[in-house]
């Protein structure tokens, strides 16, 4: 796995969770990070039966390249009912490849499959990337923004160390009609933001990290009908599993500590934000 996306090889699975009393969808995974198997392999039937096992029973699988967007093509057509694909250029990964130009065309060609519902994910990272790329990077990013709004489909966005960026060039090229920040990292005011500016806010493990109250502050504040909830698997699985493989499964974790967060009760909490998944995603079907 390539570092320049902030990936790391993966540890242990962390253990599936106790299911949920209603269904919920995990918004945001890579799951070919979790399994490195092929798109319709029994390895991602295992995961997502695993998931399901837990009362997770939908995933959206997330792209970050050229190569592997087709990869959650495929996979989102193997599992019909159970898997929906976004496809896009990562903001580490635009910056570096050979040909951006004929990437991004790439991804335009995938974003009129049917059953890919997003462009994402794409964004600004300035913690990896280093100053001299970071033209390409905001270029790349003003693609992506454009083509969700040709193909009238979400835009889902990585933000790290960028927030002020990111939030002026949605400014600048005009957001599309649904913009979700993925793995939400802001805090308090820049929620406010956000959420005056209609853009979902999609909420992961991180929240549940003892060195991040403002994402608690942060998660208190965001109306029902503006959240998400994500595990970005493999990456940043929930206390008490930090540092484990994260997998779709740990949607029950979240799911529940975000609930006692905002004082709301687990089931309604599943069934507004699967609604808002529906709503802004589509049929899974």
Known sequence: MSDRHGLAEPRAAAPIPEPLSRPCIDVHAHMELVTESDPDSIEIRDLLDAAAAAGIDRVVQVGYSAEQ??????????????????????????????????????????????????????GLDFFRTAPELRDRQIYSF??????????????VIHDRNAHRAVLDTLLEVGAPKTTIFHCY???????????????????????????????????????????????????????????ALNTPAQIANIARFIADERGEDIDYLCDRVTENALRLFGSFN
């Open 69 to 122: 967007s087709r990869w959650g093509v495929k996979c989102a057509d193997a599992f019909p009912g159970r898997v929906l694909a976004a496809v896009a250029l990562h903001p580490n990964e635009a910056p570096i490849v050979e040909d951006l130009e004929s990437d991004l065309a790439i991804i335009a060609e995938l974003a009129q499959h049917p059953r890919v519902r997003a462009i994402g994910e794409t």
């Open 142 to 155: 003003k693609r992506h923004i454009e083509l969700a709004k040709s193909v009238d489909k979400a835009l």
């Open 185 to 243: 990292s802001g805090d308090a005011q820049m929620a406010r933001e956000c959420i005056d500016a209609g853009y979902i806010l999609s909420f992961a493990g991180t929240v549940t990290f003892k060195n991040a109250p403002e994402l608690r502050e942060a998660v208190k504040l965001v109306p029902i009908d503006q959240l998400l909830i994500e595990t970005d698997s493999p990456f940043l699985a929930p206390t008490p599993h930090r540092g």
